[in-house]
T-cell receptor
Framework: GEDVEQSLFLSVREGDSSVINCTYT??????LYWYKQEPGAGLQLLTY?????DMKQDQRLTVLLNKKDKHLSLRIADTQTGDSAIYFC???????????FGKGTKLSVIP | DTEVTQTPKHLVMGMTNKKSLKCEQH?????MYWYKQKAKKPPELMFV???????INESVPSRFSPECPNSSLLNLHLHALQPEDSALYLC?????????????FGQGTRLTVV
C-alpha cells in the first residue's frame, strides 16, 4: 500500500531556514500537501503542489518535488518561534478518497 | 470563509453516555470527512461523505455513527464508547472527493472517555 515517510524531529535556530523532508511510494500521487498542527489544534493546510510541478513558492515557504525520487521537501525561510509545530506531509492519488499522511515532523525552533 | 467549525472543542463522556460531535462548513464543499487522531500519530480516516451520502466507512465500530443532515453539516454520534476511543476527532471538507482539491480541517474535538 501507499506509504509516506518523514523524519520525526527537526531543531533549528530562530532566523535559520528549516527543511522538512518527506518520501512517498505511490507513483500515482496527484497532489502532495503540507499541513501544520500546533499543540492541541487541528490541521492547517500550509501549501500543496500538483505532481506535474517541481517547485512552488509561497512567501516564506518553498516546496520542492522530485517526482523521480518521490521526494518532497518543505523549506521555511527565516524560521520563527511561531513555526514550532508538527508538520505532516500527505498525498492523495487520482480517484482516491483518502489522504495518506506521514507520521509528522516535530519542528522545534530555538530562540 | 475557509473555516471548518467543530463543536464542542472538548468533551468528557462516560462509557454509557450518548453524545454527538458536530462539524459545519459553508464553503460549498460536497465532501466531508471524519478523522481520528491519537497522540503523536497522524490522523486516520474514519468516514467519507460525498454529496451527503456515506461513501467510505473504514471499518469503524458501530459505536461511532456518522450522519450528514445536509451539505453543510456532519455529525458523529457516539454511544457506548471505550476509554481507548479517547482521541482528537477531526472533521475535514473538500470541494470534491478525489485528488484534485485540498482538504480543510477543523480544530478538532478532544474526546476523553472515562
Amino acid at each position: 500500500g501507499e506509504d509516506v515517510e518523514q523524519s520525526l524531529f527537526l531543531s533549528v535556530r530562530e532566523g535559520d531556514s528549516s527543511v522538512i523532508n518527506c518520501t512517498y511510494t505511490d507513483s500515482s500521487s496527484t497532489y502532495l500537501y503540507w499541513y501544520k498542527q500546533e499543540p492541541g489544534a487541528g490541521l492547517q493546510l500550509l501549501t500543496y503542489i500538483f505532481s506535474n510541478m517541481d517547485m512552488k513558492q509561497d512567501q516564506r515557504l518553498t516546496v520542492l518535488l522530485n517526482k523521480k525520487d518521490k521526494h518532497l521537501s518543505l523549506r521555511i525561510a527565516d524560521t520563527q518561534t511561531g513555526d514550532s509545530a508538527i508538520y505532516f506531509c500527505a498525498e492523495i492519488s487520482g480517484g482516491s478518497y483518502q489522504l495518506t499522511f506521514g507520521k509528522g515532523t516535530k519542528l522545534s525552533v530555538i530562540p | 470563509d475557509t473555516e471548518v467549525t467543530q463543536t464542542p472543542k472538548h468533551l468528557v463522556m462516560g462509557m454509557t453516555n450518548k453524545k454527538s460531535l458536530k462539524c459545519e462548513q459553508h464553503m460549498g464543499h460536497r465532501a466531508m470527512y471524519w478523522y481520528k487522531q491519537k497522540a503523536k500519530k497522524p490522523p486516520e480516516l474514519m468516514f467519507v461523505y460525498s454529496y451527503e451520502k456515506l461513501s467510505i466507512n473504514e471499518s469503524v465500530p458501530s459505536r461511532f455513527s456518522p450522519e450528514c443532515p445536509n451539505s453543510s453539516l456532519l455529525n458523529l454520534h457516539l454511544h457506548a464508547l471505550q476509554p481507548e476511543d479517547s482521541a482528537l476527532y477531526l472533521c475535514a471538507s473538500s470541494q470534491e472527493t478525489g485528488g484534485n482539491t485540498e482538504a480543510f480541517f477543523g480544530q478538532g474535538t478532544r474526546l476523553t472517555v472515562v
